[in-house]
Each structure stands twice: as C-alpha cells, then as structure tokens.
C-alpha cells in the first residue's frame, strides 16, 4: 500500500493567520484527501482552540514574540526559542513530514528553521506587502515563497517567488445572501446606507474609541452601522451604548461568525489593513477605509493599505488621525456612489481566486517530489 503524505502546517496567533492556514490544509486535503496534516501552533494562542474545531491536530510549541520595547523581557523568550526549536525538531523527528508550510506568527520560526535544517522541504506564505524579518530568514532554506502583493523579489530570491494571493476564509465566496437579506439579519433597515466596522480578531482600542465618541454623529448622520468590538471591548462597548439611550441604527457585537452577511450588508467598511481582510476585501469588491495599527512588526499594515491607496482602491486614515476624521469621512464616503463605484472597481482588479489551491498544489509537489527521491 502507498504511504500517504505527511505535511506540517505552522504558524497561527491572529485569526489572520489561522483562516489561511486551516484553507491551504482544507485544499492540500481535496487533492490528497489521505494526506496527514499535522499543525503546530504557540501554546495559549488562538490557533490551539481554531485548529481543532477545523479538524485538525495541533501541538503547542512554548514560543513567544520579542518584546521590542523591554529588551530584558527577551532573556525569556530566547529560552523559549531554544525549546520550541528541540520540541520542533522532535516532533518532526517523530511525524517524519514530507514538506512543511510556514503561514507566518510565532510558532512558524522554530519550526521552519528545524525542518529546513533536517532537509524537509519548506514553503513559506508571505502575506503581506513588506517581509517580515522571521520570513527573510526562513527564507533563504526555503524551495518556495507564496506572495500576495507585486514587487516583493525586493526582500526574496525572484526564482523562488510565486504570486499566489492570500487564502481567505472558506465559506465567504460561496454563500449567496442577499443584501437585503443581510442586513436584516442584523436587526437593521435595508433601505438605509450602512458601515460595518471590523477591527480584526483581537478588536482595535482606536476604531473603538472613535465609535464611543461619535454617538452623536451617527445618530444624526441617517446611516447604520454594524460593529464589531472584538472580545476584549464588548463590555466597554456595550455599556457605552447604555448610558448613552436608544442607537437603535446600531448593531454592536463582539465577533461576527457570519462575515458573509456582513460584507454583503455593507456599503463601505472601515478595517485595519491586516493582508487576510484586505484579500477578503479585494475578492468581495468592498470600498473600505483602512486604518493600520500601529502594533504590528515593521509597521507593514501602513504599507499593506499604501499599496491599495496608490491604486485608488481604498482611502486610509492614519490610526493617530482617526479620532478626528474617521467617522465623518466613513459618513460622506456612503454618500458618494461615483466613488464607492470606483473604489469597488479598482479593489477587485486586485483579487487572486483560488490562493489556497494554488499554494496546496505547490506545496504537494514539494512533497510528491521529497518522497519518492526518499523511497528508493
């Protein structure tokens, strides 16, 4: 009987690159369906609960983030690196994988770096516009690099170098709902314009804030709004709601597990510029207002929303200017059909359909590829 592949997926720690992952594990699955996908993910992150309800069996490795700000703090997490990197090294010892994939987030380093260094082949995704620096390194043992943005040979070698998109989250695409239909999901009138805003899946403390501020404005301002705080907000929001009387054009929620209703309500989205809602954005068509945190390695949402902005394909507000601009502008921008229209039009010039498949059938190449050269 043919042995079936064996193949490590890693990486995780936002639902930006859980949603990838677990879609690049469900297209290797429709073309090998015996293939054995094994996840490792950082212990206590949100891939450890996310991965299982997908499936698939993960394993934590005790891998941090470097503390860019407390540099004393980083004696802890080199410790940590060094364990994850012999857990790492075990773990393919013992599942023995044909190919790995890196998705990018804490636990992708330590592992990536083992099995290049065991001679299993890697691929690493790159999800945004500018490479962070654990890709760059994992870059250079790596047999391929799944982009989603033009021009990034400026941080990898170009013969390496595939244009792929970011996978999105399965289940966005294929659901037909109505914008009417959507919106009354929601509680709210579908003969009325409508903004939903998403601050990514840990929530934004600015996006938020300008919300709890701005009741007044949206009152007035004949539009609705759908908003989700994210889990750490809900109650601040909520109670901000209360105190404040009747928003009945408000529906507030910490997560939104129907984003396919969502969008399909929404005239114009305000949003970090995380790559995963940006390629979400890009295949839906979706005129957005990008507001990059500022809490992120190298700044890449600023150059993840640039890249969209330089294309007329979306407006951005920097975060430290969106007390002062964002709510109005989100207001007169759902009044503009001409440019919703072409904000629509030149976002969805730069969708990639079928990222997943894509990056899974090159990643089962590499594996194919591995495993005969080792049966013989």
């Known amino acids: 009987m043919e042995e079936k592949l064996r193949i490590i997926v890693s990486g995780g720690g936002t639902g930006g690159h859980i949603f990838?992952?677990?879609?690049?594990?469900?297209?290797?699955?429709e073309l090998y369906p015996d293939t054995e996908i094994l996840f490792i993910g950082a212990?206590?992150?949100?891939?450890?609960?996310?991965?299982?309800?997908?499936?698939?069996?993960?394993i934590g490795l005790p891998v941090a983030g470097f503390d860019r700000k407390h540099l004393l703090k980083n004696i802890s997490v080199l410790i940590k690196l060094f364990r994850s990197q012999l857990m790492a090294r075990k773990i393919i010892k013992d599942f023995k994988p044909h190919a790995a994939v890196g998705v990018g987030g804490y636990a992708s380093g330590p592992t990536l770096k083992m099995a290049g260094m065991m001679g299993i082949p890697t691929?690493?995704?790159?999800?945004?516009s500018y490479a962070g620096v654990t890709n760059k390194l994992l870059a250079q043992k790596a047999e391929k690099i799944c982009v989603a943005y033009e021009g990034m040979e400026r941080f990898f070698d170009k013969d390496k170098i595939i244009l792929t998109g970011n996978p999105v989250r399965q289940g966005l695409l294929n659901k037909n709902i109505s914008r009417e239909e959507a919106i009354r999901s929601f509680g709210l009138d579908p003969e009325k314009k409508t903004i939903l805003i998403i601050g990514g899946s840990l929530g934004a403390r600015t996006i938020n804030n300008c919300m709890?501020?701005?009741?007044?404005k949206i009152k007035e301002s004949g539009v609705q709004f759908i908003w989700q705080t994210g889990k750490i907000y809900i109650n601040e929001a909520q109670q901000a709601v209360k105190a404040y009387g009747k928003l009945p054009m408000l529906h507030v929620t910490d997560f939104i597990s129907d984003m396919a209703a969502a969008y399909s309500a929404a005239d114009v989205v305000i949003s970090r510029a995380g790559a995963g809602s940006i390629s979400e954005f890009c295949l839906l068509g979706k005129p957005v207002i990008l507001v990059p945190s500022p809490n992120v390695a190298e700044d890449h949402q600023t150059k993840n929303a640039l890249a969209l902005v330089n294309k007329n394909a979306a407006l951005y507000i920097k975060n430290s200017e969106a007390t002062q601009k964002l709510l109005d502008t989100a207001i007169e921008t759902v009044h503009k059909p001409d440019l919703l229209k072409e904000l629509s039009n030149n976002i969805t010039k730069l969708a990639i359909k079928d990222s997943a498949t894509i990056i899974a059938k090159e990643v089962c190449k590499l594996a194919l590829k591995y495993k005969e050269s080792h049966e013989h």
């Open 123 to 128: 691929l690493i995704q790159e999800q945004n």
């Open 43 to 58: 212990e206590g992150r949100m891939e450890m609960q996310r991965v299982p309800a997908a499936g698939y069996k993960i």
């Open 20 to 29: 990838p992952a677990v879609s690049i594990a469900n297209a290797i699955k």
């Open 212 to 216: 709890m501020q701005g009741f007044d």
